[in-house]
């Protein structure tokens, strides 16, 4: 009964869990579900209780002892309680984005929305627009269905304004202007074969659905045959799909094989796939702004509004406000202290790359760059005690693996934030053991459930977790984990993190 619990959790779209993607296969769900129940049923104390000795012990005693171990604790006041290799550098993979969310809420404040505004030149002459129409892109990473429940409204509601008017056909061109960012699509370091997947999109000024197409394959067919594959926005033909996968009989397991060509919109499908298997995958595209643009159009001409004009972009500079142009619609964001919430619960990189450049924009006026953006985290950093003559930095998200700090350092600022007015929207947007987020399926049945706040780390060979502990005695605990250059099973290290925290919770 308790098996059939947990099955069900992973009967659903494939996501990212812990930091890590778990398959929806039949075969690759009843693995998970057991390993689940391993980490989380009452054995967890029993585990707990054979390693109170130590966290060294713990870690000594463990498969994963080989690996660079780093951790801190402190009080909520700053005493330093349990330390190992504090000092030294560690790559935190996703832990960084405890850093840059705050540098968001600091520099740009916790109700900052961006703007998205739709212009028209020339003027309307009976049912047409006789000019083109302006999207200004401002970076808005929240167009798409996390952040409401319709992906498509703005294009809805862009449409809807247009009818109102009486407009049937758009005489001119759809123009997108991205220059509120540079045009440099990835930040240095990050690895190419992750570069088809929806947690490392293209960035650019003009962002809709995350900058990915949503594709679900359904093996539907003999065991040789193909499966027949649908996709969102509306099978876009922006995007073209090879699809060369192949289903394999019933039991066997999923293999997963997607890559898009880099530079191109071609996307190639070679997963295999068992007999009945359903399997969806966010993947993302080339040119984010030229499919934004290209949506709408589409978009409009389904709803029956001829466009005649080209899509064209431009990052020219432009006085929006010398009558040239008309307004007619301006889309506000929902507050930053929202998106904060999705880049830490779940722990998104688009947003954290996105809100990086933006500070460059609205600070110097300036297209949005990673490098500049860097250079004001680091500034931050520097503020709130880090040592930056040893700061590494590639990337907001910390996705790239030559971004490095200390533990120390990071543990010491999570003590800092509680102290800033933003704190609370700060603590509320880290992932709950048990409830939510990257630590959804983590410390379920654990005494650490509801009782952990806090941000995961994961890229090959590097798990991380830091965060917010309140113990048994009541007392609060500062903790920051890295486990470097690992080699065993992510589930392992994240079981030895799980005896860690434990420790803590009984020990303090």
Same mark, same amino acid.
């Given at each position: ?368 760059? @990673?490098?500049? %953006?860097?250079?004001? $985290?680091?500034?931050?950093?520097? !503020?709130?005690?880090?040592?930056? #003559? *040893? +700061? ?78 309140? @113990?048994?005695? %009541?007392?609060?605990? $500062?903790?920051?984990?890295?486990? !470097?250059?690992?080699?065993?099973? #992510? *589930? +392992? ?16």
């Amino acid at each position: 009964m308790i098996l059939m619990k947990y099955l069900r959790h992973f009967n659903l779209k494939r996501k990212n869990i812990s930091g890590y993607k778990m398959s929806s296969s039949p075969s690759n769900m009843m693995k998970s579900a057991v390993l689940i129940l391993i980490l989380c049923s009452g054995l967890t104390g029993t585990l707990a209780a054979q390693d109170r000795g130590s966290i060294r012990e713990i870690i000594d005693n463990s498969a994963a002892a080989s690996s660079f171990w780093s951790f801190q604790v402190r009080s909520s006041n700053g005493d330093v309680l349990e330390e190992f290799n504090g000092d030294n550098l560690i790559r935190p993979a996703s832990n960084l984005k405890l850093v840059t969310s705050a540098a968001y809420l600091d520099q740009l404040g916790t109700d900052y929305q961006f703007e998205t505004v739709l212009y028209g030149s020339g003027g309307q002459t009976g049912n047409r627009w006789d000019g083109d129409l302006y999207i200004r892109g401002a970076g808005d990473p929240s167009i798409n269905g996390e952040a409401y429940d319709d992906p498509l409204f703005l294009f809805q509601r862009w449409y809807t304004i247009l009818d109102s008017m009486g407009v049937e056909v758009i005489d001119g061109n759809i123009i997108g202007h991205d220059g509120y960012f540079d045009d440099i699509p990835y930040p240095r370091g990050w690895e190419w074969d992750d570069l088809s997947y929806y947690y490392a999109p293209e960035i650019s000024a003009l962002s809709f659905n995350q900058n990915v197409v949503d594709l679900e394959v359904s093996a539907n067919g003999e065991p040789g045959s193909r499966p027949s594959i649908t996709w969102f926005p509306f099978e876009t033909p922006y995007v073209r799909f090879v699809n060369e996968q192949r289903i394999t009989p019933e039991n066997t397991s999923f293999d997963e094989s997607y890559r898009r060509e880099l530079g191109s919109n071609t996307i190639y499908l070679r997963s295999t796939l068992p007999e009945g298997h359903y399997e969806t995958e966010p993947l993302s595209v080339h040119n984010p702004s030229l499919y934004f643009i290209d949506t709408f159009k589409r978009y409009l001409q389904l709803m029956g509004i001829r466009v005649e004009g080209q899509l064209l972009l431009s990052d020219d500079p432009v006085e929006w406000d010398n009558g040239t142009f008309t307004e007619i619609d301006s889309n506000r964001s929902k507050p930053l202290h929202t998106m904060i919430d999705r880049l830490n619960r779940e722990s998104d990189n688009h947003y954290a790359e996105m809100l990086l450049k933006t500070l460059v924009a609205e600070r110097y006026g300036v297209p949005g760059s @990673t490098e500049l %953006g860097l250079e004001i $985290v680091k500034g931050f950093m520097s !503020n709130h005690g880090f040592d930056t #003559t *040893a +700061v590494e930095l590639r990337d907001a998200s910390g996705m790239a693996p030559a971004t490095l700090l200390k533990t120390s350092d990071l543990n010491r600022f999570l003590v800092d934030m509680q102290q800033k007015s933003y704190f609370d929207i700060y603590y509320n947007s880290l992932s709950v053991a048990g409830q939510n987020g990257t630590l959804q399926y983590r410390f379920y049945n654990s005494d650490i459930a509801n009782n952990f706040y806090g941000k995961t780390g994961f890229m090959s060979g590097v798990r991380s977790i830091s965060g917010y502990l309140d @113990t048994q005695s %009541g007392s609060r605990l $500062v903790v920051t984990i890295a486990t !470097n250059n690992y080699t065993v099973r #992510t *589930a +392992v290290v994240d079981r030895i993190h799980q005896r860690i925290l434990d420790y803590l919770y009984t020990r303090y």
